[in-house]
């Protein structure tokens, strides 16, 4: 799979919309977008995945730009119930395990 | 909830001894995968089985064991457990079917604690 870049955290206002980019320089053609979220010690959670289009889903916008060297998550009005880990993976649809980075700690402040 | 579900939430034992983690996968799901997250690795892939055959391994001790049964369930036994073993265990499944997005699915974990 191939590198993906993250901010180490970010801040958003409740309410607000959270943008929270990734970069993947080097994607391959058959390699997706996944973006998965850990709220503290849960399990992750599927949020969105796409390949080049954008992808909107009753979770998130996955915006993709066209060289799909960049991606950019968006969840349009954030709640505190959002504030997790939120982890981009280039990922090819091989079946095989994910390749979790360090992802973004993203705090929904009141 | 995910539908994948693993037993027992949580776990407290001693050095040197063995424990069994179980998991069961999402209906109709072919693929189980094993992950481990301790507080200064991240999450690390341990293992995949896919239809009761393992089909990858990731960074998995000699000492840590998986199956999956013709029920599609799996067990992660660990043994001659270390205190570096505590941890949170996550399963996943997917559908691994050819052609098809393989999105993976979590279950809620098993936290161990190693004392």
Known sequence: ?110 | DSGVTQTPKHLITATGQRVTLRCSPRSGDLSVYWYQQSLDQGLQFLIQYYNGEERAKGNILERFSAQQFPDLHSELNLSSLELGDSALYFCASSPSLAGDTDTQYFGPGTRLTVL
């Open chain 1, 1 to 110: 799979d191939a590198k993906t870049t993250q901010p180490t955290s970010m801040d958003c206002a409740e309410g607000r919309a959270a943008n929270l980019p990734c970069n993947h320089s080097t994607i391959s053609g058959n390699e997706y977008v996944y973006w998965y979220r850990q709220i503290h010690s849960q399990g992750p959670q599927y949020i969105i995945h796409g390949l080049k289009n954008n992808e909107t889903n009753e979770m998130a916008s996955l915006i993709i730009t066209e060289d799909r060297k960049s991606s950019t998550l968006i969840l349009p009005h954030a709640t505190l119930r959002d504030t997790a880990v939120y982890y981009c993976i280039a990922h090819s649809n091989s079946g095989y395990a994910l390749n979790f980075g360090k992802g973004t700690s993203l705090l929904v402040t009141p």
